[in-house]
């Protein structure tokens, strides 16, 4: 019943996700700004911390100055630097309650900036977003089979003991030859380009499931909400995507496949 449970949301979710991208820049817009906020929340309830007054008008500021001045590297400069953050805390041995202050950079960081991303990579091709979630669904799906099928070794006993390295071995072969066949199909990418980005996305991925995990465990809580039945809240859900988004964006930038 669980699975069927989280099968149904996992649908609406998606269905969400892409339809509000294909169908309307702005509507999409607005969903992200939806789930960024819900986000936020999940945050203030798991570190117990009200976020700075600057978190919620800050990355507003940035969108705005990137559709009047038309520049991203701003914007993907912090991106990249806060996914080197979050990599600094992961491997970090800090146990302590976060402050108000860690609260806000790391709702900024995981949070906002990905987002801010996510809407512009949208609005200049959808499918770009499309294939990024694409890489994401599948490689956390076949991860869980492959986990689950032939899984013997913990990826990270102490922090999420039911992850294993033959599933995220798995999740990553898995994801990347299935977005290289349709990426080449439909001519989105050149191949070399399809494998980098899959490859790093996918990886980047499973990095990010487990910072979040040690996050959530770090505060004491097994899911940072409740809105999503079968998942827990939105933060849980994006955890692989917040990550990964300002290195596959990082990645189109560089070959020029995005401005």
């Not at 099968?7 to 969903?31: D, E, K, Q, R, W």
């Not at 860690?102 to 091709?125: D, E, H, K, R």
């Not at 465990?217 to 909400?225: A, I």
Request: aromatic share 12%; glycine share 8%.
């Amino acid at each position: 019943m669980t699975l069927f449970v989280r099968a149904i949301t996992s649908l609406c979710y998606a269905a969400l996700l892409l339809g509000s991208l294909y169908l309307n820049t702005h509507f999409f817009t607005l969903v992200v700004f939806a789930m960024a906020t819900l986000s936020v929340l999940e945050i203030q309830r798991m570190t117990k911390h009200k976020l700075h007054l600057a978190f919620i008008f800050f990355p507003t500021i940035l969108l705005v100055l990137h559709y009047v001045e038309q520049t991203t590297l701003p914007l993907l400069v912090l991106g990249v630097v806060g996914t080197l953050l979050l990599t600094y805390y992961y491997k970090s041995k800090q146990k302590t309650p976060f402050s108000k202050t860690f609260a806000t950079v790391l709702g900024f960081f995981s949070v906002s900036i990905p987002l801010i991303l996510l809407v512009v990579l949208g609005n200049q091709n959808p499918d770009y977003v499309a294939f990024f979630f694409g890489i994401i669904w599948l490689n956390d799906s076949s991860a869980y089979l492959v986990g689950s099928s032939v899984g013997k070794r913990a990826l990270a006993p102490t922090i999420s003991p039911n992850k294993t390295i033959e599933g995220s071995i798995g999740g990553i072969v898995v994801s990347t030859s299935i977005m290289l066949y349709l990426g080449t199909y439909f001519d989105l990418l050149d191949a070399n380009t399809i494998l980098l980005t899959a490859v790093v996305t996918a990886s980047c991925g499973g990095l990010g499931d487990l910072v979040q995990s040690k996050l959530k465990r770090q505060c004491g809580v097994k899911d940072s909400g409740n809105i999503l039945p079968g998942h827990g809240g939105i933060y849980d859900r994006l955890d692989s995507s917040l990550f990964s988004i300002p290195l596959y964006f990082l990645i189109l930038f560089v070959f020029e496949y995005v401005s």
